[in-house]
């Protein structure tokens, strides 16, 4: 039997339109060897909703395997996927996602050119309908946008769309942090970590995906409630080291009162006079609100029993 060397996974929720066009993507990639590289669905729906999906792929040119995790949370389901794989490396596409054809190909390139533990690449927004009112910023929003050039840096992005090297990842427990499994936020831990440590990232310019944006995200309601959790990381961050860094923790609470003090001041001016970017100004007063805010009730849930 042959080694599989790179297995891609797709973790999903109740997506089944956009798990098949994430799905198909992959199987169209090209100049990647079929054999030596499985495509892993993880199922994080108690009712299984997914299987019937993946079963539709039995005889894909690449294998189509599926996996269950019933608990709900979005680090039980990377964690699921960790300790299913067959490959030392491991492509994360979300479900809402695709890929064009050059994606794992590019990927694959740049981590056998510079081999850091984890690479990402950029994220493109695709929305159902391009006249929205704050296009320009949902646009940024869902978007990831990197250096210009191809290379190893020190800074880390989120899960969706990179390629971890398990041999250089830590092995003496779950990856992902399951306290943020209502949060999001599960690899802000470990790639902090991993940058503590003299870890590099790996940054593949040319290997975009796309995520495709449902019109009921396309609302300030919602960007707002996930800007507000993005603030929140590195405080949490802090607070969840052991021991807690609390200088770190002290830090970054009076960086939140600066940003959400300057930030809100120009929010309202721009709110007075109906400026068309004033979403983007809305969007930092909401982080810096997260740095102060980031304990207890004011956590944003938005996976496992909250995904329901």
Same mark, same amino acid.
């Given at each position: 039997?042959? %080694?599989?060397?790179?297995?891609?996974? =797709?973790?999903?929720?109740?997506?089944?339109?956009?798990?098949?066009?994430?799905?198909?993507?992959?199987?169209?990639?090209?100049?990647?060897?079929?054999?030596?590289?499985?495509?892993?669905?993880?199922?994080?729906?108690?009712?299984?909703?997914?299987?019937?999906?993946? %079963?539709?792929?039995?005889?894909?040119?690449?294998?189509?395997?599926?996996?269950?995790?019933?608990?709900?949370?979005?680090?039980?389901?990377?964690?699921?996927?960790?300790?299913?794989?067959?490959?030392? +490396? =491991?492509?994360?596409?979300?479900?809402?996602?695709?890929?064009?054809?050059?994606?794992?190909?590019?990927?694959?390139?740049?981590?056998?050119?510079?081999?850091?533990?984890?690479?990402?690449?950029?994220?493109?927004?695709?929305?159902?309908?391009?006249?929205? +009112?704050?296009?320009?910023?949902?646009?940024?929003?869902? !978007?990831?946008?990197?250096?210009?050039?191809?290379?190893?840096?020190?800074?880390?992005?989120?899960?969706?769309? !990179? +390629?971890?090297?398990?041999?250089?990842?830590?092995?003496?427990?779950?990856?992902?942090?399951?306290?943020?499994?209502?949060?999001?936020?599960?690899?802000?831990?470990?790639?902090?970590?991993?940058?503590?440590?003299?870890?590099?990232?790996?940054?593949?310019?040319?290997?975009?995906?796309?995520?495709?944006?449902? %019109?009921?995200?396309?609302?300030?309601?919602?960007?707002?409630?996930?800007?507000?959790?993005?603030?929140?990381?590195?405080?949490? =961050?802090?607070?969840?080291?052991?021991?807690?860094?609390?200088?770190?923790?002290?830090?970054?609470?009076?960086?939140?009162?600066?940003?959400?003090? =300057?930030?809100? +001041?120009?929010?309202?001016?721009?709110?007075?006079?109906?400026?068309?970017?004033?979403?983007?100004?809305?969007?930092?007063?909401?982080?810096?609100?997260?740095?102060?805010?980031?304990?207890?009730?004011? %956590?944003?849930?938005?996976?496992?029993?909250?995904?329901?």
């Amino acid at each position: 039997m042959t %080694e599989i060397r790179t297995s891609v996974v =797709i973790p999903t929720f109740r997506r089944l339109e956009s798990l098949t066009r994430a799905i198909d993507s992959v199987l169209a990639q090209e100049n990647v060897c079929a054999e030596t590289t499985e495509l892993l669905v993880v199922d994080n729906d108690a009712e299984r909703s997914a299987q019937a999906v993946v %079963e539709r792929y039995g005889n894909a040119p690449i294998a189509v395997r599926y996996a269950s995790e019933p608990e709900p949370g979005v680090a039980n389901v990377r964690n699921k996927a960790i300790s299913e794989v067959r490959g030392r +490396l =491991i492509a994360f596409l979300d479900d809402d996602q695709s890929a064009p054809p050059n994606w794992l190909s590019e990927m694959l390139r740049v981590y056998d050119e510079y081999k850091p533990a984890v690479t990402f690449g950029p994220v493109e927004t695709a929305m159902p309908d391009e006249k929205q +009112l704050h296009e320009r910023y949902f646009r940024k929003f869902f !978007s990831r946008v990197g250096p210009e050039n191809t290379g190893v840096f020190d800074e880390f992005y989120g899960c969706g769309n !990179s +390629l971890f090297d398990l041999d250089q990842l830590p092995s003496d427990g779950p990856l992902f942090d399951s306290r943020s499994n209502e949060t999001g936020g599960e690899d802000d831990i470990l790639f902090s970590k991993l940058d503590q440590t003299g870890h590099k990232f790996g940054w593949a310019s040319k290997a975009p995906v796309l995520e495709h944006v449902p %019109e009921s995200r396309l609302r300030l309601r919602y960007t707002l409630r996930r800007a507000f959790a993005y603030g929140q990381a590195p405080t949490t =961050i802090c607070a969840r080291k052991t021991p807690s860094d609390i200088p770190g923790m002290v830090f970054w609470t009076l960086v939140g009162v600066g940003q959400a003090g =300057i930030y809100g +001041l120009m929010s309202a001016g721009m709110l007075l006079i109906r400026h068309p970017d004033r979403a983007f100004w809305f969007d930092r007063t909401a982080q810096g609100l997260g740095k102060i805010f980031w304990f207890g009730p004011f %956590e944003q849930r938005f996976y496992g029993a909250h995904a329901r």
